[in-house]
């Protein structure tokens, strides 16, 4: 049987995106080294129909520089196609590889979802929780009993009136007054005393008198 229809050939197998891409980098690195060349190429006969005097010659070069400008044309156009393949390529790959991510996200929430809907029913009881907080709600209540019990002054009779407190402290007001007046008199020692005016003129001696001095002595003959 393989006589008359021959062994069937092994298919090749299927090249990946990154594998054609990187055939395609290699296509337009080759296409730009001859593209280079033929620059250098164009350069060259540029300067020889410049420097060309015979007119036969100078057409021929510029035949020359047709065929070289051709070709880079050929080229160029060949390189911006193989680079619009490649890019098309890598965008394809960049989706492929984004809908793997997702995949990957999408199976790591459910597992996530599982396993915290496993812990919510073997290790979390809502209604525990609840019991666990009024518990905790009560106990501060008593706490912050016992530190008002604490706090109390028990130096305070709680059967005071007010209104005698107020009276008391009035008294005590009108009393601390009465001594800050006191303090601010002069004492008597300090008060101003009329004083006798002393005498300003040379006493005058009467007629019977003796004869006197300006110092009140009497003037002897």
């Known amino acids: 049987m393989k006589r008359v229809f021959g062994k069937k050939k ?6 990946s995106l990154d594998q054609v891409s990187g055939t395609m980098g290699n296509r337009l690195g080759d296409l730009d080294t001859k593209i280079s060349k033929l620059d250098k190429e164009m350069k060259m006969y540029k300067d020889k129909i410049k420097g060309a005097k015979n007119a036969s010659v100078k057409k ?14 050929m080229y160029e ?14 965008q394809a790959a960049f989706g492929i590889e984004s809908a793997k991510a997702n995949i990957d996200t999408v199976a790591a929430m459910k597992t996530a979802n599982t396993q915290l809907k496993q812990t919510l029913k073997s290790q979390l ?19 912050n009993e016992i530190n008002d019990a604490l706090g109390r002054n028990f130096a305070t009779p ?14 005590l007001e009108d009393e601390l007054e009465d001594e800050l007046l006191e303090d601010d008199a002069v004492p008597s020692y300090l008060q101003e005393t009329t004083m006798p005016v002393q005498p300003s003129a040379v006493p005058i001696a009467s007629k019977n008198d003796e004869k006197v001095d300006e110092f009140g002595l009497p003037i002897t003959n």
């Open 158 to 171: 709680d059967d005071i009136d007010e209104a005698e407190l107020d009276a008391e402290l009035e008294l």
């Open 10 to 15: 092994a298919t090749a197998p299927t090249p």
């Open 125 to 143: 009881n809502i209604n525990e929780v609840d019991d666990l907080a009024d518990d905790m709600a009560d106990l501060l209540d008593e706490f």
């Open 60 to 73: 021929t070069y510029q035949k020359r520089a047709m065929d070289v400008l051709k070709r880079k044309r």
């Open 77 to 90: 156009q060949q390189r911006d196609q193989i680079a619009g393949q490649q890019f098309n390529l890598d």
